[in-house]
T-cell receptor
Framework: EPEVTQTPSHQVTQMGQEVILRCVPI?????FYWYRQILGQKVEFLVS????????KSEIFDDQFSVERPDGSNFTLKIRSTKLEDSAMYFC???????????FGSGTRLTVV | GQNIDQPTEMTATEGAIVQINCTYQ??????LFWYQQHAGEAPTFLSY????GLEEKGRFSSFLSRSKGYSYLLLKELQMKDSASYLC????????????FGKGTKLSVIP
């Protein structure tokens, strides 16, 4: 069964450093998303991406965040200057069309120290 | 905006039936989702309801009442592997692709 792949599975970074989280969506999917989940809290929407541009973004997705689809397969989330409160599980998801049949990746656990 | 309420935790016995409730308030209704999330893992899709009534899918069923802003997930013949969090989610509005999730209900299945 096709799956969304995320790397790395776990990343530890120092406060103030830049991190790039990587995702390979399912190959025929056109819509891409990033969500995050702080430990013990709910899953929160960050951003959606379609046709090489951001479709929607939440209040969490401030100027420190950016997304990119650098080639035909990867979808990345960059956090420019990490803060302690950015520590969370970050999930990438993709869907085939403008419906809600998301497939989530297994996540990257980001720990900012 | 969207607001979703679910019980925080539930415990049920292996082989039994459990009902996990979800109430929601949305500015415009575009369906309701249930996801399962095992600890430390990604959410996985269980069901999507857009019309009132019960939809059955194997051991799992989902019910929706739009007039009451209410849904439930029914799990039958519980198995130990069903121990997980169950997340209720609604789209944020017409034309929006983002989902607003509830805090989830942590279900513990005991022998």
């Amino acid at each position: 069964e096709p799956e969304v792949t995320q790397t790395p599975s776990h990343q530890v970074t120092q406060m103030g450093q830049e991190v790039i989280l990587r995702c390979v969506p399912i190959s025929n999917h056109l819509y891409f998303y990033w969500y995050r989940q702080i430990l013990g809290q709910k899953v929160e929407f960050l951003v959606s991406f379609y046709n090489n541009e951001i479709s929607e973004k939440s209040e969490i997705f401030d100027d420190q965040f950016s997304v990119e689809r650098p080639d035909g397969s990867n979808f990345t989330l960059k956090i420019r200057s990490t803060k302690l409160e950015d520590s969370a599980m970050y999930f990438c998801a993709s869907s085939e069309e403008d419906n809600y049949g998301y497939t989530f990746g297994s996540g990257t656990r980001l720990t900012v120290v | 905006g969207q607001n979703i309420d679910q019980p925080t935790e539930m415990t049920a016995t292996e082989g039994a039936i459990v009902q996990i409730n979800c109430t929601y308030q949305t500015s415009g209704f575009n369906g309701l989702f249930w996801y399962q999330q095992h600890a430390g893992e990604a959410p996985t899709f269980l069901s999507y309801n857009v019309l009132d009534g019960l939809e059955e899918k194997g051991r799992f069923s989902s019910f929706l009442s739009r007039s009451k802003g209410y849904s439930y997930l029914l799990l039958k013949e519980l198995q130990m592997k069903d121990s997980a969090s169950y997340l209720c989610a609604v789209p944020s509005g017409a034309g929006s692709y983002q989902l607003t999730f509830g805090k989830g209900t942590k279900l513990s299945v005991i022998p």
